[in-house]
């Protein structure tokens, strides 16, 4: 094949022109390059070769990227943070997509690497890492920047027009990542799905739908909650944030926070999350047969506020022994607790919360949005006096 160079001479490094962008043409050097097809190529290529694809004035516009550089953007900062700091983990994920109206190779004397001369580069997708590495390229020098190695895939032909269609709906396709996504990876989450699969026990950490058949157990919103209303905190706040997805997900995305090693921290066992789901379902249970019994007036309480009367009857349970090695002799018989004891504390409980409701809302008066907020919970129990 004959090298573009020799039709199309372009320097090793080209300043911004003016030029219109069907005579544009970009030289990249590459480390790695494998021609899928005829009108498709991967490339592995040093960051500092893609600088003069983003310095232009007006290189989103000659490229036709989708959006001019986002610069105060959260993922951009990040990046940007990563290439000063990290440079070789900065083109591990995301590729970068090039159209071109026509693209020659230059061997470098291996088959495997060369010189990719692109005529009428476009840039389907990966404008933000391009504009990002020329703007950092001002100040860092071509040596660190090559540091930072990307893949980058050349489309021509009929390959890029369906390239750009796609990715113009790309953010169709993709499922974003929530902070519970990431707790597969953290070594207690590790510690206790090993502790559950040992007990032929199934510790559900990942969001989605498993295939196939498998055995019923525990998911890791459900141990969040339970251990919140189980824990030792001296007031519900904790355990209020974790009754909807929105709470923990905010607890899942900061594991070095207080509210995350309040819950799970080195003492935490599979047995304690047992025992505190367990008698979370227990408790929601008795609740439930009390309703059918008496659900009027002011007993709405036990509908819309269940997890309060949760929270009061873990109160009164030996909670500072939940994550300890039952088979010591000093630990509670939590079965035994669980068996004789939780109906009835938690009907005294419940009876005790709703005869304070009745007294904050005398005048019959039920605001039942009310009860399910936090400062409604603070008031409710210090009217029962089971406040601290």
């Known amino acids: 094949m004959n090298s573009f160079a020799a039709t199309y001479p372009f320097p090793a490094h080209q300043e911004p022109t003016s030029m219109p962008l069907p005579c544009l043409g970009h030289r990249i050097q590459t480390t790695l390059l494998h021609r899928l097809d005829i009108d498709q190529w991967d490339a592995r290529v040093p960051a500092s070769q893609l600088v003069g694809l983003g310095e232009a004035l007006d290189a989103a516009e000659r490229l036709r990227a989708r959006r001019e550089f986002l610069e105060g953007s959260a993922q951009n900062l990040e990046r940007e943070q990563v290439m000063r700091e990290r440079p070789e983990a900065f083109g591990v994920v995301g590729r970068v997509v090039l159209g071109a109206d026509n693209v020659f190779w230059a061997p470098d004397g291996t088959r495997s690497s060369g010189t990719l001369d692109l005529l009428g580069p476009e840039c389907i997708d990966g404008y933000q890492q391009i504009a990002l590495i020329a703007r950092l390229a001002t100040e860092l020098s071509s040596e660190y920047l090559d540091r930072a190695v990307l893949d980058v895939r050349i489309l021509t032909g009929s390959a890029r027009e369906l390239a750009r269609s796609e990715y113009d709906r790309a953010h169709l396709y993709c499922n974003l990542t929530e902070p519970q996504d990431l707790l597969v990876r953290h070594p207690i989450m590790l510690k206790l799905v090993k502790q559950f699969s040992n007990d032929q026990c199934h510790f559900k950490l990942r969001r989605g739908e498993r295939r196939g058949p498998h055995r019923e157990g525990y998911s890791i919103g459900e141990a969040t909650t339970a251990l919140a209303l189980f824990s030792q905190e001296a007031h519900p706040d904790l355990a209020h944030h974790t009754l909807e997805d929105k709470g923990r997900q905010e607890i899942w995305r900061n594991p070095s926070g207080q509210a995350f090693r309040t819950l799970f921290n080195e003492r935490t066992q599979a047995t304690g999350v047992r025992i505190a789901i367990t008698f ?23 509908e819309d506020a269940p997890d309060l009367v949760v929270w009061a009857v873990s109160r009164q349970l030996p909670i500072d022994w939940l994550h300890y090695d039952q088979r010591d002799p000093v630990v509670p018989e939590w079965e035994k607790i669980l068996d004789n004891e939780v109906t009835a504390l938690t009907q005294r409980t419940a009876e005790r919360l709703v005869r304070a409701y009745e007294e904050l809302r005398s005048k019959g008066v039920y605001k039942r949005a009310e009860v399910r907020e936090l400062p409604y919970w603070h008031k409710l129990l210090k009217a029962a006096g089971m406040s601290r």
């Open 280 to 302: 979370r379902r227990s408790v929601l249970d008795v609740l439930e047969g009390m309703l059918q019994d008496r659900s009027a007036h002011h007993w709405h309480l036990l």
